[in-house]
């Protein structure tokens, strides 16, 4: 979503204002007599039912709902976003918002801390993994949803808010008061070296500081030694084409371009190129992706690969090639479908949209590649498949957990855990904990003690976990991983959980092959009459 916000000023004259956004939906102003009529009409329904109805309603939610039941009809990405959706949208793009600085979830029911932020206002107050947060200012947070949870503790900078913690070990709850700070949403969320000379980065959205970020980690990688780097898009739903263009930018040519658009009007036509501008990555590259890598994610990801700059691993993208215009009515935003996206070979990125029912499922997502239904071919010649999302180079599926350890995930088993673990633990005494953690034996027999006694898992389920060398592999790694969340920091985990991830693993078998295609990249760019070529 994103490419250009434009401002729409209506007048608005008593409840016509659903028929003025009828109008601007279908890009046209009414011109005759039976479209005048239409509009006039839809208003006094809306007066209509606002008077007669059984129920009174706000007239704002009548008249948002009926847009979004005029929106469904069009495609599945058009959406109306409502004063609170908008304001969250432009926080979101703009890479920052005013709150304490915790990563939560509902665990067992409950607003838990996941971690704090290093170096935010709930970091210096002592807040810690495994903190329950009872109330917000007083208020409960039992009936409360994450999305609620957020709009209490995020509000004006410099103010404060009181957070009710219960956490195990206390026989009282702690009352805490926090002062709000502009807290950073970073969106390369971890970079790291994989082993010596292979860096590895994480993009999680396209954000107004996405650029800037990758190019900071890209710079402290090379600075450890970095020749090689295998570039994480993975459930990467996208976000702001400025973004993705900034992304392509640091791998691409200048004057290489990233993507073009095509829609009925003559202002949908657009072509993005490499700008040439910033830090640039040169070496062998590898691009993971999965069905969750839609958008931005595939812009990145089919630019890299029609130019072959860089090798693709993992599954089938999600297909998500439909632009959305974001327009500004007042404090709403209107974003609409206006165009749709193509790769520099030509490949739209939109799958079909016919059955909704699919399209939301993505059924058969990891079953391989999708047939091509029209041929495309690279800078270099490969031939790569069209018909909706982008096909990777190599097809890898995502290793399925055991059934059992995927229940102990689902019952947050093995962050519960670690928090009994560190029970007893002073926090000043959590990093050397952390960095001397293994799971031994004893540690073993005490989880499968806490899962009896929880009743988290049939007998039978923990005899086949322990029955299977990989289950126990599995289970081993994640409480490591748990423990290092909350001692060391998610970085720390998230380099424990990855050396179980087996498209991580294909990507690192795969890096000779990526070394030829930046080898063969630098050829045909060493070559004057090449220096130039664009589709």
């Known amino acids: 979503m994103h490419i250009r916000t434009r401002s729409i000023f209506l007048v608005v004259i008593g409840f016509l204002v659903s028929g003025a956004l009828a109008g601007s939906l279908f890009g046209q102003r009414t011109h005759n007599a039976d479209e005048q009529s239409i509009v006039m009409r839809s208003a006094r329904i809306v007066s209509t039912m606002l008077e007669w109805l059984p129920d009174q309603e706000k007239p704002s939610t009548l008249v948002y709902d009926g847009i ?103 026989s009282k709850p702690l009352e805490v008061s926090i002062t709000r700070a502009k807290i950073p949403t970073n969106s390369v969320r971890y970079a790291f070296m994989l082993r010596p000379g292979v860096g590895y980065i994480r993009l999680t959205e396209f954000s107004s500081t996405s650029s800037r ?16 780097l295998i570039f994480d898009l993975r459930n990467n739903p996208g976000g702001s084409l400025d973004a993705a263009v900034g992304v392509s930018d640091t791998f691409l040519k200048k004057g290489q371009l990233i993507v073009s658009t095509r829609g009925r ?110 041929k495309y071919h690279t800078d270099a010649g490969r031939p790569v498949r069209g018909g909706g999302g982008i096909t990777p180079d190599v097809i890898v599926k995502a290793r399925q957990l055991n059934e059992g350890v995927a229940q102990l995930y689902g019952h947050s088993a093995f962050f519960q855990f670690a928090i009994d673990l560190l029970e007893n633990v002073p926090q ?85 092959d990526a070394t030829k295609m930046w080898e063969a990249w630098q050829k045909r760019w060493a070559k004057p009459e090449k220096a130039s070529a664009t589709h």
Not at 107 to 129: D, F
Not at 130 to 142: E, L, N, P, Q, R
Not at 331 to 343: F, I, K, N, P, S
């Open 213 to 228: 970020e990758v190019h900071q980690k890209i710079q402290e990688l090379e600075k450890q030694g970095m020749h090689s």
């Open 265 to 374: 009007t003559k202002d949908s036509d657009m072509t993005f190129k490499a700008p040439g501008t910033g830090v640039h990555f040169e070496g062998p590259l590898i691009i993971l992706v999965n069905v969750g890598s839609a958008s931005a994610s595939e812009i990145v990801s089919g630019a890299i690969q029609d130019h072959d700059r860089g090798l693709l691993v993992g599954n089938v993208t999600w297909g998500k090639g439909l632009v959305q215009t974001v327009f500004t009515i007042r404090d709403t935003g209107l974003a609409l479908t206006t165009a749709r996206y193509y790769t520099p070979s030509g490949r739209c990125i939109q799958r079909d949209y016919h059955s909704y029912i699919e399209y939301i499922t993505h059924q058969n997502a990891n079953s391989g590649p999708p047939p091509a239904k029209t």
């Open 68 to 170: 979004d039941g005029m929106l469904e009809k069009l495609d599945p990405h058009s959406n109306f976003l409502d004063p609170d959706a908008f304001a969250k949208m432009k926080a979101r793009q703009r890479g920052s918002f005013f709150g304490v600085g915790i990563i939560i979830s509902m665990r067992a029911g409950k607003v838990t801390v996941i971690a704090p932020i290093a170096g935010t206002p709930a970091a210096r107050k002592g807040l810690r993994a495994g903190d329950v947060i009872s109330a917000i200012d007083g208020k409960s947070t039992a009936k409360m949803t994450l999305d609620d949870v957020l709009d209490h503790v995020r509000g004006p900078e410099g103010t404060v808010v009181k957070l009710t913690i219960v956490r195990p070990g206390l």
């Open 428 to 512: 000043a005494q959590y990093p050397k904990f952390g960095r001397t953690f293994t799971v031994t034996p004893d540690v073993l027999t005490r989880f499968w003690t806490f899962v009896a006694t929880k009743k988290l898992l049939a007998p039978d389920a923990v005899a086949k976990i322990k029955s299977s060398q990989q289950a126990m592999s599995d289970l081993r790694r994640a409480i490591k991983t748990e423990v290092l969340n909350s001692t060391l920091g998610l970085e720390a985990g998230y380099l424990e959980m990855v050396k179980g991830d087996n498209q991580i693993e294909a990507a690192l078998k795969h890096i000779p």
